[in-house]
Every structure is written in structure tokens, then in C-alpha cells.
């Protein structure tokens, strides 16, 4: 167990909706990465935030969002669904020293039909 | 900017089998570098990691070695088993400021008995 939660596990839903994936980090953890795990793109850096701040920018959709929480957990809400963006998001923390090892949570799989 | 490569698979071998997965770098400065494990249907592990030239990072009978020369950070096990079928990442962690894991593509490993 890395003690990073993710919620939901398993989601399905319709091309053109809005869906939000929820992360909790490690205790202690004050750094959040979303990561999206496709088939034909491997691991994708999304987007970091750390203690409630956006710190770096990846390969993110305009359609996707995210924020991180003043209790630290953070949310990645994904809207005008296509079926490309069908994948396992992951969410990661890590501790303050930012040269250390990422704790990844379970991810969400979402698949879009 | 920052980027890993390692070797396609899959990778099959069969039990007891010597394992060397290929990973190799590019960056500035002096990066951290891990090996993460994905065992089917599950999220991301660290197995190891080393964050200075000449380390060896070691766990569960895998060992890989920084070396700066070569810009590499193999992957090896003298004696693979079943257990050990999964995706290995290679990834690293750039040394100044608030840095996101590069991943690479990542190797499937498909130990039959």
C-alpha cells in the first residue's frame, strides 16, 4: 500500500460528459501529479500541484482541469469526454524533498463508450 | 529537456533465466534515476533507485547501476520467476527545483515456467 488513494477505481461513461477523478497523497505529502497511462502514449505527465499551487504543466487537454485542496487531496476533472481519452489516470505524491522516488496510487481506469 | 529510453518488449523468458532490461538517459545536471514495476492490474511500484553516479539500487533480487559515463541505468536478475511478469519503467527525476518523473515507455517482462 503507497498510501495514495484514488476514487473511483473503474469508471464508464458517455462521450460529451464530465467526469472527476479524487486523490488523497501519502500523509505528509504535500506534492500531487496526475499521470494518464494510455495504450499508445505509455506514461503522460499531466500536471503537478504542490501545497495548493500549480507548479508544472504537461501534455494536458484544455478540456481537463485539476486543482489540489487546501487538505492537499486533489481532483482532475475531465469534461467533453472523447473516446480517446479512454485510460489509467494515476495520481502520484511525493515527499518535500523533491528529488526523491513518487508514491503512485491504484489509478482510475476510465473507460469512454 | 529531460527524456529515458528503454528497450522494447515484450521481453520473454523463461524461469531462471538471466533479465537485462536497457535504459538510457538524457539530462542536465545530476538526476535521480528509478526502475518502477506494474504488475497486471495494479499501479505503479518503485523497485529501486539510485541517485548519484556509480550507485547500485537493489530489491528483490534486481539490481541496476547510475553510470554517468554511459548515461545508462540497466536493469538485471540472475534468476528470473513467474512472479516476476510485469511492465518495468524506467524513469528519472531531474536534481534542481520541483521536477516531474520522466518515464520511459516501459518493457514487458513474460517469465513462463
Known amino acids: 500500500d503507497s498510501g495514495v488513494t484514488q476514487t473511483p477505481k473503474h469508471l464508464i461513461t458517455a462521450t460529451g460528459q464530465r467526469v472527476t477523478l479524487r486523490c488523497s497523497p501519502r500523509?505528509?505529502?504535500?506534492?500531487v501529479y496526475w499521470y494518464q497511462q494510455s495504450l499508445d502514449q505509455g506514461l503522460q505527465f499531466l500536471i503537478q500541484y504542490y501545497n495548493g499551487e500549480e507548479r508544472a504543466k504537461g501534455n494536458i487537454l484544455e478540456r481537463f482541469s485539476a486543482q489540489q485542496f487546501p487538505d492537499l487531496h486533489s481532483e482532475l476533472n475531465l469534461s467533453s469526454l472523447e473516446l480517446g481519452d479512454s485510460a489509467l489516470y494515476f495520481c502520484a505524491s511525493g515527499p518535500s524533498r523533491e528529488t526523491g522516488e513518487l508514491f503512485f496510487g491504484e489509478g482510475s481506469r476510465l473507460t469512454v463508450l | 529537456g529531460n527524456s529515458v529510453t528503454q528497450m522494447e518488449g515484450p521481453v520473454t523468458l523463461s524461469e531462471e533465466a538471466f533479465l537485462t532490461i536497457n535504459c538510457t538517459y538524457t539530462a542536465t545536471g545530476y538526476p535521480s534515476l528509478f526502475w518502477y514495476v506494474q504488475y497486471p492490474g495494479e499501479g505503479l511500484q518503485l523497485l529501486l533507485k539510485a541517485t548519484k553516479a556509480d550507485d547500485k539500487g537493489s530489491n528483490k533480487g534486481f539490481e541496476a547501476t547510475y553510470r554517468k559515463e554511459t548515461t545508462s541505468f540497466h536493469l538485471e536478475k540472475g534468476s528470473v520467476q513467474v512472479s516476476d511478469s510485469a511492465v518495468y519503467f524506467c524513469a528519472l527525476r531531474g536534481d534542481t527545483g520541483f521536477q516531474k518523473l520522466v518515464f520511459g515507455t516501459g518493457t514487458r517482462l513474460l517469465v513462463s515456467p
Open positions: 500523509s505528509g505529502d504535500l506534492s
